[in-house]
């Protein structure tokens, strides 16, 4: 928690998506009405790299990357490198 990193595509793992904060690491954190679970972490989006990347979990009208800049978002743990 509190750690920067990079997370990488859903589906091509070698593409930087974006830059950002790990705020959550708890299972039980509720993320857009979901509870984070096992396999997620909660990220704080701080620099958008690739803006049509997909949202493992979209949020309303929240789908890609580009519409996460500066939100709180899941993303998977083995596409997140620090």
């Keep these: ?7 990488f595509t859903i589906l ?6 974006a830059r950002g904060t790990v ?11 979901q509870p984070l679970g096992n ?3 909660e990220v704080v989006v ?3 790299m690739k803006r049509d990347a997909m ?4 949020y309303g009208d929240m789908k890609t990357m580009a519409s ?7 993303w ?4 997140v490198i620090n």
């Design 1 to 7: 928690v509190g750690k920067d990193v990079i997370l």
């Design 12 to 17: 091509r793992s070698e593409l930087p998506a």
């Design 39 to 41: 396999e997620y972490c």
């Design 68 to 74: 996460a800049l500066k939100m709180s978002i899941a």
């Design 23 to 33: 705020i959550s690491i708890n299972p039980n954190t509720m993320v857009g009405g």
């Design 55 to 58: 949202l493992p979990r979209s």
């Design 46 to 48: 701080n620099v958008v």
């Design 76 to 79: 998977p743990y083995n596409k």
